[in-house]
T-cell receptor, first 112, second 115 residues
């Protein structure tokens, strides 16, 4: 079974803090994604990575950066957290052959 | 332009009845895939069913089937014999095979199954 794990289920941070969200997958997938989920908006793509050290912006990259130093790990970074970044963050990895995406359990981030 | 449209924010269905969740999409890519995911209150995204744009037959997975009407650009999810455990958010998503690898999601439909 593919397993995608995220470092925290719930996180509370203060405005201006630097926040790291970690995602690890154990199936050697090349493609990994960070989505943000907000009510009424579905999931929106923040960034994705198709290989180590490779990344591309998604639809809403502003205020975020990412890091992919190892194939299994994809990190989302909020350089200076703001209240409008309070949301559910979902990481996914993709099987290149079937193109199915497997999701982590999500991190619910609250920025006060 | 919105690429995936789910027009039903919420749906109710009686236990053991069938329910259809609507999804329309927009793409100029001739090769694409359509997905349905279930998200229970616990938050994890559970893959349900996949339909490729060149698949001749509608996809089925157990109680889930996908009513794919290519000319109308619709990919409705049909859940037969609803169970209480089917209560969840349901998301339709699309991936364009010649475009970026990521999925584009609809806004979701919250399904509540009533006993």
């Amino acid at each position: 079974d593919v397993k995608v794990t995220q470092s925290s289920r719930y996180l509370v941070k203060r405005t201006g803090e630097k926040v790291f969200l970690e995602c690890v997958q154990d199936m050697d997938h090349e493609n990994m994604f960070w989505y943000r989920q907000d009510p009424g908006l579905g999931l929106r793509l923040i960034y994705f990575s198709y290989d180590v050290k490779m990344k591309e912006k998604g639809d809403i990259p502003e205020g975020y950066s990412v890091s992919r130093e190892k194939k299994e790990r994809f990190s989302l970074i909020l350089e200076s957290a703001s209240t409008n970044q309070t949301s559910m963050y979902l990481c996914a990895s993709m099987d290149s052959y079937t193109r199915e995406q497997f999701f982590g359990p999500g991190t619910r981030l609250t920025v006060l | 332009a919105q690429k995936i449209t789910q027009t039903q924010p919420g749906m109710f269905v009686q236990e053991k009845e069938a329910v259809t969740l609507d999804c329309t999409y927009d793409t100029s890519d001739p090769s694409y895939g359509l997905f349905w995911y279930k998200q229970p209150s616990s938050g994890e995204m559970i893959f349900l069913i996949y339909q490729g744009s060149y698949d001749q037959q509608n996809a089925t997975e157990g109680r889930y089937s996908l009513n794919f009407q290519k000319a109308r650009k619709s990919a409705n999810l049909v859940i037969s014999a609803s169970q209480l455990g089917d209560s969840a958010m349901y998301f339709c998503a699309m991936r364009e095979n010649t475009g970026r690898r990521a999925l584009t999601f609809g806004s979701g439909t919250r399904l509540q199954v009533q006993p």
